[in-house]
């Protein structure tokens, strides 16, 4: 039966006896079909429903579910089966130990990105008033991270998107992270005479035309934080560009970038002056984010 025909054939319907168990058995069974992690996808979208933990669906897998949150379930269900993102669903995703709000107007935070603030945090003075940028903010997740790890630090976010920088300010609201300062325009165009002891960005650096990127990632998730050009280095090039203006002596720009593109990355540094280049792996081995000092 193909996936088209799955995502038309609705899902039995929810009655007064029907179990947690029973809704995540039927939900896991669907999301099977287009997720490699359905069970997981399952137990979050119950999770985000019932205000139940997974450990609650574990301990009293028999609990009855409501009528209501069963369709409730059932409508979540078929938008994941559609290949939305479950952070989409749900509206959040954690980043650092914090929970940010999300949407589709921002990228969602992923794990390997937690590599930039990893290496910012390691040249940011923890009882310094340090002064930071964070070009191409979204969700506010980096910028929000070194904040709360750096309370003394001076954080600057910057986005083109109005939307995103209304979501990051709702998210520096909601996490009570005063010491960072959003503004709107693109890449260091807010930043006049302003320079930091570390600039930090997680630009987009997806080619147009790159085939590996998702067929969901690239419907759902904005274009606008994602793609760069036909080799997926414009946005790169002009941050390394602008960099040396904004940096105090002996500064640092940190920048995230695809797992192949360590060696251009390095390079362009190189070019634009800057010394001790190098570059840092993730979890999986992969070169993804590369720093250098002016």
């Not at 989409?88 to 390997?112: C, H, K, M, N, T």
């Amino acid at each position: 039966m193909s996936i088209v025909r799955d995502l038309e054939r609705p899902m039995p319907a929810v009655d007064s006896s029907q179990t947690v168990s029973d809704a995540l058995h039927t939900a896991t069974a669907m999301l099977a079909r287009v997720s490699t992690s359905a069970r997981l996808d399952a137990e979050l979208l119950l999770e985000h429903v019932t205000g139940l933990s997974r450990t609650a669906f574990r301990t009293a897998p028999e609990r009855v579910l409501p009528v209501k949150a069963g369709w409730s379930y059932q409508q979540l269900v078929k938008r994941r089966m559609q290949g939305e993102p479950i952070a989409y669903i749900r509206g959040q995703e954690e980043f650092w130990s914090l929970l940010f709000e999300v949407g589709p107007d921002v990228l969602i935070p992923r794990a390997e990105t937690e590599l930039v603030v990893e290496r910012a945090l390691t040249h940011i003075d923890a009882e310094a008033a340090a002064s930071v940028a964070d070009l191409g903010t979204g969700s506010g997740a980096i910028a929000l991270a070194l904040a709360h790890e750096r309370p003394r630090a001076h954080v600057v976010a910057i986005d083109a998107s109005r939307p995103a920088l209304e979501m990051a300010t709702r998210n520096a609201a909601r996490l009570q992270i005063p010491n960072v300062r959003l503004l709107h325009g693109s890449w260091f165009s807010p930043l006049a005479g302003q320079r930091f002891d570390v600039v930090v960005s997680n630009p987009p650096y997806i080619a147009v035309d790159d085939p590996d990127l998702s067929p969901s990632v690239r419907r759902f998730e904005p274009s606008l934080a994602l793609l760069s050009g036909r080799a997926g280095f414009d946005a790169i090039e002009q941050i390394v560009a602008g960099a040396p203006l904004h940096l105090v002596a002996g500064g640092w720009l940190i920048l995230e970038h695809g797992w192949k593109q360590a060696p251009a990355v390095r390079d362009l540094l190189v070019r634009a002056g800057f010394s001790r280049v190098r570059s840092h792996a993730d979890l999986a081995g992969h070169e993804r984010v590369t720093e250098g000092s002016i």
